[in-house]
T-cell receptor, first 116, second 114 residues
Framework: DTGVSQDPRHKITKRGQNVTFRCDPI?????LYWYRQTLGQGPEFLTY????????KSRLLSDRFSAERPKGSFSTLEIQRTEQGDSAMYLC??????????????FGPGTRLTVL | GNSVTQMEGPVTLSEEAFLTINCTYT??????LFWYVQYPGEGLQLLLK?????DKGSNKGFEATYRKETTSFHLEKGSVQVSDSAVYFC?????????????FGKGTHLIIQP
């Protein structure tokens, strides 16, 4: 399977703990995106990378959130001092950008985070 | 800012009925428009897209036309099947307006009864 993969698929943690998620994009895709989806809502954009550079961050990405893509391949999203409001599905997507708005983003299966 | 509004669900239809899911948008630039589908237990999949005004995207019997004058991108299918039951998301990409990430609607849950 050469699609976008995410790990873990499910994470249950206690409030105040740190969690880290991983995303492996489609090979050779140079853009990688992170979204958050809560129940009954559409995905909301968090941040994206072009190669290893983080180019845009949403106001939703508080100081407790940090994302990296150190070698321009896989990415990690870390949430520090988790809160119950962080419970959501975290989605990763990748695309091969041509610099045009037509680029298609391909989504992974998501990591479902539950904060107790 | 950018926004996408789509009809509230759930939408319940009988098999072979005609489907329309309304989607309207607000964007600052010249967006591309997308429909994504999420089947039960699966991730988001691109269903179709249109990149400029009057373009028609189509796939698996679904189609949607980019209407700039009405800022709409309604999803239609002539005869739905039980297997079409899923959540459908309308989305836009507007990098010219400073937003490289996709802006999604809230989703419409479609239920097809045999």
């Amino acid at each position: 399977d050469t699609g976008v993969s995410q790990d873990p698929r499910h994470k249950i943690t206690k409030r105040g703990q740190n969690v880290t998620f991983r995303c492996d994009p489609i090979s050779e895709h140079n853009r990688l995106y992170w979204y958050r989806q809560t129940l009954g809502q559409g995905p909301e954009f968090l941040t994206y990378f072009q190669n290893e550079a983080q180019l845009e961050k949403s106001r939703l990405l508080s100081d407790r959130f940090s994302a990296e893509r150190p070698k321009g391949s896989f990415s990690t999203l870390e949430i520090q001092r988790t809160e119950q409001g962080d419970s959501a599905m975290y989605l990763c997507a990748s695309s091969l950008t041509s610099g045009r708005p037509t680029d298609t983003q391909y989504f992974g299966p998501g990591t479902r985070l539950t904060v107790l | 800012g950018n926004s996408v509004t789509q009809m509230e669900g759930p939408v319940t239809l009988s098999e072979e009925a005609f489907l329309t899911i309304n989607c309207t948008y607000t964007a600052t630039g010249y967006p591309s428009l997308f429909w994504y589908v999420q089947y039960p237990g699966e991730g988001l999949q691109l269903l179709l897209k249109a990149t400029k005004a009057d373009d028609k995207g189509s796939n698996k019997g679904f189609e949607a036309t980019y209407r700039k004058e009405t800022t709409s991108f309604h999803l239609e299918k002539g005869s739905v099947q039980v297997s079409d039951s899923a959540v459908y998301f309308c989305a836009l990409s507007d990098p010219g307006g400073g937003a490289d990430g996709l802006t999604f609607g809230k989703g419409t849950h479609l239920i097809i009864q045999p």
